[in-house]
């Protein structure tokens, strides 16, 4: 479980013992019902990380709601959008193995995520990680209820597919932004996992070493 669970639950659990003490059982029940909340929602449970190297995996658990082509500084890319409801694991993992290249954090509006601008006009953090041969992009976005993003992680930092690096809390969207040549195995209504999920394979460069199951080794090798 994220800590943040245990910061807003336990809280709960002590107010609706000392209500049900003060008064009466009955009324601390919804004090205890919104701590078990809580505590569901900040689960973070393990994964099976996928280790076939050039695989993109989801960076979060959600339903796809758009696969579509847009150009980034003149360039073809592929863009894929999971919408995170409240029900869903908010904790996001890194979609690659590579090292973090750029973080960018820009304060924003809280519409909902669903909506196609959000990408843009919503608080969100995007960041790069390059490895494999590849740059993948991925943007936490902030929703109509999220209101804290939160990436534990700094510019030079390495990480492996599928690591846990933050959460956004209380609904939500993550864009994830690959080169065009990119083969996406998802489609628009899917139901992705953080971390297992894969979203689509990236041609690996022979020349680059490649991380499979955290041992660092080059394509090819056995």
Same mark, same amino acid.
């Given at each position: 479980?994220?800590?943040?669970?245990?910061?807003y639950g336990?809280?709960?659990? =002590?107010a609706?013992i000392?209500?049900?003490?003060l008064?009466?059982?009955?009324w $601390?029940?919804?004090?205890?019902?919104?701590a078990?909340? @809580?505590l569901?929602?900040?689960?973070?449970? *393990?994964?099976? %990380?996928? &280790?076939?190297p050039?695989?993109i995996v989801?960076?979060?658990?959600? $339903?796809?709601?758009?696969?579509?082509?847009?150009?980034?500084?003149?360039?073809?890319?592929?863009?894929?959008? +999971?919408?995170l409801n409240?029900?869903?694991?908010?904790?996001n993992?890194?979609? %690659?193995s590579?090292? %973090?290249?750029?973080?960018?954090?820009?304060?924003?509006k809280?519409?909902?995520a669903?909506n $196609?601008?959000?990408?843009?006009?919503? *608080?969100?953090?995007?960041?790069?990680?390059e490895? *494999?041969?590849?740059?993948?992009?991925?943007?936490q +976005?902030a929703g109509?209820? $999220?209101?804290? +993003?939160?990436f534990?992680?700094k510019? =030079?930092d390495r990480?492996?597919r599928g690591?846990?690096?933050?959460? /956004?809390? @209380?609904?939500?969207r993550?864009?994830?932004?690959? &080169?065009?040549?990119a083969?996406?195995?998802?489609? /628009?209504?899917d139901h992705?996992?953080?971390?297992?999920s894969v979203?689509?394979?990236?041609?690996?460069?022979a020349?680059?070493?490649?991380?499979a199951?955290?041992?660092?080794?080059?394509q090819? *090798?056995r």
């Amino acid at each position: 479980m994220v800590p943040d669970g245990y910061y807003y639950g336990l809280p709960l659990v =002590g107010a609706g013992i000392l209500v049900a003490w003060l008064t009466s059982p009955l009324w $601390a029940v919804p004090a205890f019902l919104l701590a078990a909340f @809580f505590l569901w929602f900040f689960r973070d449970p *393990e994964r099976r %990380i996928p &280790d076939t190297p050039g695989t993109i995996v989801s960076p979060a658990d959600g $339903a796809v709601t758009a696969v579509s082509p847009v150009t980034v500084d003149g360039l073809q890319r592929t863009r894929i959008s +999971i919408f995170l409801n409240v029900f869903n694991v908010h904790v996001n993992r890194s979609p %690659i193995s590579g090292t %973090i290249r750029d973080i960018h954090y820009q304060r924003g509006k809280f519409m909902n995520a669903m909506n $196609a601008v959000s990408a843009d006009k919503n *608080e969100h953090n995007t960041v790069t990680v390059e490895g *494999e041969g590849q740059t993948v992009v991925f943007k936490q +976005i902030a929703g109509l209820l $999220a209101r804290r +993003i939160v990436f534990d992680k700094k510019v =030079g930092d390495r990480v492996q597919r599928g690591q846990r690096v933050g959460l /956004i809390k @209380f609904g939500s969207r993550v864009d994830v932004v690959l &080169d065009a040549s990119a083969r996406v195995q998802i489609k /628009i209504g899917d139901h992705v996992k953080g971390g297992s999920s894969v979203l689509a394979y990236l041609p690996v460069n022979a020349d680059q070493p490649v991380t499979a199951g955290g041992t660092t080794k080059r394509q090819g *090798e056995r």
